[in-house]
């Protein structure tokens, strides 16, 4: 059974406190993405990485990075919390890069910035 | 940037009725894909369509890619509770970018 694991379901954290969301799949796949999902917004990318120790920016990176070390392990960092980041995140990882490809989706971490 | 907008946002009905969910932007998508996600879970993908006008079935879902591929819609017959979730469309770039819809969450009432 295919899986994709977040190291945590709900976070909390304080404003301008640096938080690291770290993401695990076991699929050997060469692709993984970070999201986050709000309400009535759908899911937005944030950061994709095609290979390791390569990333791409998505359509919302500001006030994020990542990191590639291994092939299975994608990490996004908040280097400096803020309140607007509150968000679920979900992590994805797919084996192609075609848009037909199916990406698989870890549970989410409910990320909330007091 | 594009935007996927869905209708409804919400839909809560009893059992056994029938409901179509749409999913439409004004750019045209290389393909599109729906997925389901349920509360506490990441997004499952449920299909993907390719082609203008294609339909997929599966079982109780109807699937169906607009001609102009700008739009799709998602039919499901006899409602159960157990299809109760956020249904999501995504629409494909061709690489590994997708728009993702605003999403509508489906309640089915036993």
């Known amino acids: 059974d295919v899986k994709v694991t977040q190291s945590s379901r709900y976070l909390v954290k304080r404003t301008g406190e640096k938080v690291f969301l770290e993401c695990v799949q076991d699929?050997?796949?060469?692709?993984m993405f970070w999201y986050r999902q709000d309400p009535g917004l759908g899911l937005r990318l944030i950061y994709f990485?095609?290979?390791?120790?390569?990333?791409e920016k998505g359509d919302i990176p500001e006030g994020y990075s990542v990191s590639r070390e291994k092939k299975e392990r994608f990490s996004l960092i908040l280097e400096s919390a803020s309140t607007n980041q509150t968000s679920m995140y979900l992590c994805?990882?797919?084996?192609?890069?075609?848009?037909?490809?199916?990406?698989?989706f870890g549970p989410g971490t409910r990320l909330t910035v007091l | 940037t594009q935007l996927l907008e869905q209708s409804p946002q919400f839909l809560s009905i009893q059992e056994g009725e029938n409901l179509t969910v749409y999913c439409n932007s004004s750019?045209?998508?290389?393909?599109l894909q729906w997925y389901r996600q349920e509360p506490g879970e990441g997004p499952v993908l449920l299909v993907t369509?390719?082609?203008?006008?294609e339909v997929k079935k599966l079982k109780r879902l109807t699937f169906q890619f607009g001609d102009a591929r700008k739009d799709s819609s998602l039919h499901i017959t006899a409602a159960q509770p157990g299809d109760t979730g956020l249904y999501l469309c995504?629409?494909?770039?061709?690489?590994?970018?997708?728009?993702f819809g605003t999403g509508t969450r489906l309640k089915v009432l036993a």
């Open positions: 994805a990882s797919s084996r192609g890069t075609s848009s037909i490809d199916e990406q698989f």
């Open positions: 699929m050997d796949h060469e692709n």
């Open positions: 990485s095609y290979d390791v120790k390569m990333k």
């Open positions: 750019s045209v998508f290389s393909s």
């Open positions: 369509v390719v082609t203008g006008g």
């Open positions: 995504a629409g494909g770039e061709g690489t590994y970018k997708y728009i």
